[in-house]
């Protein structure tokens, strides 16, 4: 079993030793710099992870150069900024693996005050809300820690670069007739500022971002797992 975890990134120089020593043994670390100014990029490299470098700014265009690079049957996404243990990847792929489902997202669990903004959390819940009226999963959290097969993420064509990215990725595995699970994970406070949900202004933007997602209107694709609909 071959595994890619992908791994956006932008200054996260003084996360990033801690989230690549937790990567599981044998697999690879994609580290995919959004154009860090502080050595994030040296670091992640000299630390043993594949680099990949992505000029387009969004937190979806790192994601998916980080996918189009990868080369793994499974992939995995987490956060480079210490909040999120990848660690815990190793049960998300093995659902996967033995067909209990098609998509594992991880249902962040804040451990301290400092590790979820209300802000940011009232934006999350707000999006899942209307995810449901969308696709009808009841899921909870939209958070980037989650593992699915390469081909079958490729075959969903996602096309939002910027923060709709996580968010149309689950949209589009529901039309496709995937099933899609949460696991509970601790949610660590994270290093430094978040670039996305930050201030309120972020988070509003982030909002944004995946009203237009939603806005999409269901179209009959391919499904790898569950054909067409």
């Known amino acids: 079993m071959t595994v890619d975890v992908i791994l956006p990134c932008l200054d996260e120089a ?6 690549l020593s937790r990567i599981p043994a044998g697999w690879r670390a994609i580290v995919v710099d959004n154009g860090s100014t502080d050595g994030s990029d040296r670091i992640a490299r000299d630390l043993g992870a594949t680099v990949v470098h992505e000029g387009r700014r969004g937190f979806g265009a790192a994601c998916h150069a980080g996918l189009r690079a990868a080369e ?3 992939v995995c996404f987490c956060d480079c ?3 999120l243990d990848p660690g815990l990847l190793v049960d998300f792929v093995r659902q996967v693996a033995d067909g ?3 998509l594992v997202l991880g249902r962040r669990r804040p451990q301290g005050p400092g590790a979820w903004p209300p802000h940011a959390r009232a ?3 707000a999006l899942a809300r209307m995810l449901r009226r969308r696709s009808g999963l009841r899921l909870h959290d939209l958070g980037p820690l989650r593992a699915a097969r390469r081909e079958e993420l490729l075959a969903l064509d996602l096309t939002d670069r910027r923060s709709g ?3 149309q990725m689950v949209v589009r595995a529901a039309d496709a007739g995937w099933r899609v699970t949460e696991v509970d994970v ?3 406070p994270r290093s ?3 670039k996305v949900t930050g201030t309120w202004r972020g988070t509003w933007q982030a909002v944004q971002d995946m009203r237009a997602v939603l806005a999409e209107r269901p179209a009959g694709r391919v499904g790898v797992m569950g054909g067409v609909r």
């Open 81 to 83: 900024d210490a909040s």
């Open 100 to 102: 209990e489902t098609d």
């Open 186 to 188: 601790p949610y660590l």
């Open 14 to 19: 003084e996360a990033l030793p801690w989230v």
């Open 72 to 74: 793994a049957e499974y």
């Open 165 to 167: 990215y996580p968010l």
């Open 192 to 194: 430094g500022r978040s």
């Open 123 to 125: 934006g999350n819940l």
